[in-house]
């Protein structure tokens, strides 16, 4: 009998969504060590965290995620509410003794994660942030390549994360559905919110960043404000982009913008080696493009790998080779992952420390952003396997 595991989620919004079909999913496809019991789902409004207790299946409802925290049957807190209330929810878990989960970016900003990161390690609590792209299968496909040495020496990164839903002048500000508009809330545009997925890959697949130069942008200056009905200053980065080096001598650049019309969530990587060169795009998740330049010069070229048979990542749990799996699966391999690393005592990836090593990449690409200069990061660090 398996012992179970007794989840308290914060935030019904869409990550919420996620988390929860992976708490429900992860047993049903992966011999994972612990039961996960869906036991409370918090939030503000009672009502409607009732309807999500429902339908997910969620056993009670709380709605001060103080009182959750408290709770004596509640296991993990898994943190799925925006990013102002990220730091004071996972520094209280930990000290409460709880496993803590968290959405991505961990804090606002890397010092809010480092506090995070120190009650995180005084308390010994497992942890991990859902960078949920390092679980799809073609991109840990590419990390066993790189890994095994197949690109040699690296010398070009690219990625790029493209989306449109902000140009209208007219979309408000703040509050429930657009927090992500709001700097007081977010922390920054797309610098945290979608270059942050880039970079956490990045460091996963090609090491530490060493230095940045940036330029971010704010295309609508002004925009009204849902909470104070006001019109007020858009604070946040609308598009960001930015070179650096990487420690393994690679260049490198980032490009993620909210105003690239037509692209609604088109997240790309290229990697170039001295052997050989992948692509991977997120509008065809399950395939990458590989060249191998040792392959026999006649039939030398891109191949079209699809990432759904049995010997690929996470592949043989899922249908039957071929048929291919999709974005909500990322979250399911995350989790099936804490829980393996849980029933072993390891640490599951990206733990807070990997999620901080992030957060010191988009502050220096801010700063830059703002001193028109090469930055150090101050500290960055190859994140763990
Ligand atoms: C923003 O639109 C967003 O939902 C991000 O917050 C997610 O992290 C990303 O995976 C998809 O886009």
Not at 366 to 373: E, G, I, M, N, V
Request: glycine share 8%.
């Amino acid at each position: 009998m398996k012992e179970n595991l007794n989840i308290g989620l914060v935030g019904y919004g869409f990550m919420g969504r996620t988390h929860s079909n992976a708490f429900c999913q992860a047993g049903r496809f992966f011999d994972v060590p612990y039961r996960p019991v869906l036991k409370a789902v918090c939030a503000r409004n009672a009502d409607r965290a009732k309807a999500f207790a429902e339908n997910w299946g969620y056993e009670s409802v709380e709605t001060d995620w103080r009182r959750l925290v408290e709770r004596q049957d509640i296991d993990l807190i898994d943190i799925a509410s925006p990013n102002d209330t990220h730091a004071e929810i996972a520094i209280a878990s930990a000290r409460a003794g709880k496993k803590v989960l968290c959405e991505k970016p961990l804090g606002r900003n890397a010092a809010e994660s480092e506090k995070i990161v120190e009650a995180a390690d005084a308390a010994r609590v497992p942890n991990m942030v859902w960078y949920n792209y390092r679980r799809v299968p073609a991109v840990v496909l590419l990390k066993h390549l790189i890994d095994e040495g197949r690109f040699g020496r690296i010398f070009h990164y690219r990625a790029k994360f493209l989306q449109d839903w902000t140009i209208s002048k007219d979309l408000p500000q703040g509050g429930e559905a657009l927090w992500r508009l709001d700097a007081a809330v977010a922390g920054s545009g797309v610098t945290g919110d979608l270059l942050a997925h880039t970079i956490d890959t990045a460091l996963w697949l090609n090491g530490a960043i060493t230095e940045v130069t940036a330029m971010t942008e704010t295309f609508i200056k002004e925009r009204k404000h849902n909470l104070t009905g006001r019109i007020e200053p858009v604070r946040i980065d609308d598009a960001s982009a930015f070179l650096c080096r990487f420690q393994n001598g690679s260049l490198a650049t980032f490009e993620a913008t909210r105003y690239a019309r037509g692209h609604k969530a088109l997240y790309t990587l290229e990697i170039n080696g001295e052997l050989a060169s992948a692509l991977w795009d997120l509008h065809d998740l399950h395939r990458i493009q590989f060249f191998d330049h040792r392959d026999e010069g006649r039939l030398r070229g891109w191949r079209s790998i699809h990432v759904t048979d049995g010997d690929h990542p996470y592949m043989k749990r899922w249908w039957v080779p071929g048929l291919q799996i999709g974005y909500e699966h990322t979250f399911i391999h995350q989790f099936a992952d804490f829980l393996q690393a849980l029933g072993e005592q390891g640490e599951a990836s990206p733990s807070f420390r990997d999620a901080l090593a992030t957060d010191y990449v988009t502050d220096s690409v801010l700063k830059s952003a703002k001193t028109a200069k090469w930055e150090k990061v101050p500290f960055s660090q190859v994140t763990r396997a």
